[in-house]
């Protein structure tokens, strides 16, 4: 006799767990079944996906780690802190990450006991269809339940000609573990990953290279953010190189060489010891068994959903990095819940136009809403109010006057419609900017909201008044 659930998630990724705690939660029997190859200390695979495991969180530890010593290295002296040249003693570094990594993945497991939600270790593959709804089979069993919710993420995407080692040429999974500093490392692709990856071994000492196929930097950003970030990425000793086009890409035992044509049409051969290939993710639908039950993907291989993550078969959900929309952990889970509170007869929501977008460089860069060329491209009416931490009395406390905050506001009616900001602390002042459009807020309405003081979030209140020619520091 099959074990039989009425919800049965396919993958323990940040979709995938949250949909199964949140479903549990409003009172259904759940299960979810994960095979990553990260094994815990009891040997099953790892909850958290991508995000925990070789993601959000490893690669968030190892920016602060290598934040500190940039600072330690760098800003220290100019306050008055004495404590020579710093040392970065790799493997400590890595194993403060791991165990930062072993915490978090063990306590979901934590939280899938304390709500009931039954973990199954194996791969999950579509079997058919049965009185109840779905056959899934799990490793070796067969699992019946109700509904079904694909949360089976992404990996990297590799280039033809670019065997990734994880050890010389590297995706996500080994920029995340190299085990000493490379002295040259070449990263393709000046996405995210790129930026993210590259400042962390060149604060650690790298001589790093970005090669970007693309004509423009960071072309989501705001154009005036993008601008900013490449002056300061580029100050700070990345060296990003757009327009280019790969050659050949041979790797040796120590090390690998880049052939490449630069946007001026000239041939050069790179040598680096490590190469990172960042040049954006592809959905895990290999092995689900999808065709022969006829869910429909789309030419990228994303599972076709509509706008609340329902599938072409009845009873199945795909969420996550798996169907369309940013690939963000915070989108995945939004999603996640918005399918359990749907199946369990709620109004559940994920609004995709309002994901918030943030790469933790320093400075830090995020965004909600509209671009300034987004809002030219729709001829939209718009004021900026723009914002320089120079101005703020907390950003020069803390030594971050790099950046700014731009907000845009519709010029009829007020309501803002887009929030840019590239400075420290922009990963958490970007929440303020998210609640404030979700409420379809004016400028005005921040404006006259009281923010305390001295704080970085003075400068989204300047900006806000800025859009009304007001601000009062600037
Ligand atoms: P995943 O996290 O990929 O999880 C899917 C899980 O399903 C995996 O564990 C996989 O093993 C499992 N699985 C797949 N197929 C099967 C199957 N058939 N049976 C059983 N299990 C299966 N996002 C952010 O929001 N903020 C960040 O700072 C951030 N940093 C990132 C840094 C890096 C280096 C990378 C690579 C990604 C980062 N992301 C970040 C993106 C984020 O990790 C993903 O958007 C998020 O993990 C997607 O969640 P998911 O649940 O859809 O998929
Ligand atoms: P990305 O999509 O951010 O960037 C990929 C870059 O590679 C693009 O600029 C693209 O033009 C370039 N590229 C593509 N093909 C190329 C080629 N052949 N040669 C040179 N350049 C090429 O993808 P990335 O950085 O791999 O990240 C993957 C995903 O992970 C992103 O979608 C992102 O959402 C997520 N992520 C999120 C983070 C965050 O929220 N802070 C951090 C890291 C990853």
Redesign the pocket.
């Known amino acids: 006799m099959s074990k039989s659930f009425d919800v049965l998630v396919i993958g323990g990724g940040p979709g995938g767990y949250v949909a199964a705690i949140r479903a549990a939660q409003l009172g259904f029997s759940v299960a979810c079944c994960e095979s990553n190859p990260y094994a815990d200390p009891k040997g099953e695979p790892r909850l958290g996906g991508t995000c925990l495991n070789v993601g959000c969180i490893p ?1 968030k530890a190892l920016l602060h780690t290598s934040h500190l010593f940039e600072e330690a290295g760098h800003a220290f002296a100019e306050q008055g802190i004495e404590v020579g040249k710093p040392q970065i003693n790799v493997a400590r570094m890595l194993a403060r990450k791991a165990d930062i990594v072993t915490r978090l993945t063990t306590g979901i497991k934590g939280l899938f006991k304390k709500n009931k939600v039954t973990f199954l270790p194996g791969h999950g593959a579509f079997a058919g269809q049965s009185a109840a709804g779905w056959k899934i089979r799990v490793g070796a069993e067969e699992i019946e339940a109700k509904e079904v919710i694909v949360a089976t993420g992404s990996k990297a995407r590799h ?1 033809p000609g670019i065997p990734v080692d994880n050890r010389i040429i590297c995706d996500n999974v080994g920029a995340l573990a190299f085990d000493a500093v490379p002295g040259k490392l070449v990263i ?7 930026l ?1 990856m590259g400042s962390v071994w060149r604060r650690l000492g790298a001589e790093v290279s970005i ?4 004509g423009s930097f960071l072309s989501a950003a705001d154009i005036d953010v993008a601008r900013e970030a490449q002056r300061i990425f580029t100050k700070q000793g990345l060296r990003i190189q757009l327009g ?1 086009q ?1 050659g050949a890409v041979k790797a040796g035992k120590k090390g690998v060489a880049i052939a490449c044509t630069d946007k001026d049409g000239k041939t050069n051969q790179i040598e680096a010891d490590r190469l990172i290939v ?4 592809v959905p895990n639908t290999d092995g689900l068994n999808a065709d022969a039950v006829g869910l429909k993907t789309d030419a990228r291989g994303m599972i076709e959903v509509d706008g609340h993550c329902r599938t072409n078969l009845p009873g199945v959900w795909a969420i996550g990095d798996v169907v369309r929309g ?3 952990a915070h989108k995945a889970m939004e999603e996640g819940v918005m399918v359990a509170e749907i199946l369990a007869g709620q109004a559940g929501h994920c609004n995709l136009e309002l994901i918030p977008s ?3 460089t320093q400075p830090e860069i995020a965004w909600i809403g509209m671009t300034e060329q987004q809002l030219k491209a729709e001829g939209l009416a718009y004021k900026t109010g723009k914002i320089p931490f120079l101005a703020n009395g907390r950003a020069l406390g803390m030594g971050a006057t790099e950046g700014f905050v731009k907000m845009l506001a519709d010029a009829n009616t007020d309501r803002i419609l887009g929030v840019h900001i590239i400075g420290a602390g922009a990963s958490d002042l970007i929440g303020e900017a998210v609640a404030a459009l979700e409420f379809s807020a004016a400028a005005e309405d921040l404006a006259r909201i009281c923010h305390a003081h001295p704080t970085l979030s003075e400068a989204l209140h300047e900006a806000a008044m800025a859009c009304d020619k007001r601000a009062l520091h600037s």
Request: aromatic residues 4%; charged residues 10%; without cysteine.
């Open positions: 690669s280039l393709i692709g000046a996405g995210v990953i790129g993210e090669l970007e196929a693309g280019v790969l960042s040049v954006g993710r940013p690939m963000l943030v790469l933790y």
